[in-house]
């Protein structure tokens, strides 16, 4: 009997593992699917692609129709400058809790580390680089409009840009 118990709880454990991680952040999370893309980008063209990828996602819906997503998890991403073969890869795994409005606009508001893609003219409208890693509290409101207004910066800012052409 304490055999056929411990069989049992065994098969239990090992059927439940891979979902543990979601389930102990609490109901709703489902697998944040990140995929790979090329942009152009820092005077290049960049691949970006995801080596681990075990990020989650919670997305609810408020009265006025706002949705609001929560992102935790492990993500690394790799920027590769296709012309040279440089790449560098960095952590960023936030975690993120970010409102989409139903004007248009989106709120990026995260911790930790996370990166962040502009476009050329919200690079001139900010002084930031198109692309970058911040590490700390950050906060961009992009408009529909496509300008973007910093309400706060992280800590510490990489220029990724700068890391694969530099």
């Not at 609001?68 to 492990?74: D, E, L, P, S, Y």
């Not at 911790?111 to 476009?119: C, K, P, W």
Request: with cysteine; proline share 5%; aromatic share 8%.
């Amino acid at each position: 009997m304490p055999r056929r118990l411990f069989l049992l709880s065994l098969l239990t454990l090992l059927l439940l593992a891979p979902a543990s991680t979601a389930w102990a952040r609490g109901g709703g999370w489902e697998p944040l699917n990140n995929q790979p893309f090329t942009l152009e980008a820092c005077g290049t063209t960049v691949d970006v692609t995801y080596p681990m990828d075990k990020e989650y996602q919670r997305v609810t819906t408020d009265a006025q129709g706002n949705q609001h997503i929560k992102v935790t998890g492990a993500l690394k991403a790799t920027f590769t400058d296709t012309a040279t073969g440089r790449s560098v890869t960095y952590n960023v795994s936030g975690p993120g809790d970010s409102i989409a409005y139903t004007n248009g606009d989106f709120l990026f508001d995260a911790t930790g580390r996370n990166f962040v893609i502009l476009s050329p003219e919200q690079v001139a409208m900010t002084g930031l680089p198109q692309i970058f890693v911040t590490s700390g509290p950050i906060s961009l409101l992009f408009r529909a409009d496509g300008s973007v207004q910093v309400q706060r910066l992280g800590n510490h800012l990489q220029d990724v840009c700068a890391a694969l052409t530099g």
